[in-house]
């Protein structure tokens, strides 16, 4: 997805990430840029234009913030039960 209006790509990574409560990472996959420009969309460029929708995504970054060692713990946990198989 290529968006001319980079308010528009702002709030559209906002929505997605609200509406699917996914990582900044999956985030990036979905719209073919990098983490750095999606948390930079989002906590920058988001923070001034929308502050609402800012707000509503930021609990969720938060949420995935404090939860992050979790899911790295389960990958890995995975990746040494994989290849003991």
Do not use: P, W
Request: hydrophobic share 30%; with cysteine; aromatic share 6%.
């Amino acid at each position: 997805m290529i968006y001319n209006d980079m308010n528009k790509r702002c709030e559209s990574l906002a929505r997605y990430i609200i509406e699917n409560n996914t990582t900044v990472r999956d985030a990036a996959k979905k719209f073919g840029i990098s983490k750095s420009t999606v948390h930079k969309d989002i906590t920058e460029k988001l923070s001034k234009e929308n502050r609402g929708l800012f707000l509503d995504v930021k609990k969720i970054l938060q949420q995935n913030k404090s939860e992050r060692h979790l899911r790295g713990g389960e990958a890995t946990k995975q990746k040494y039960l994989k290849a003991k198989k």
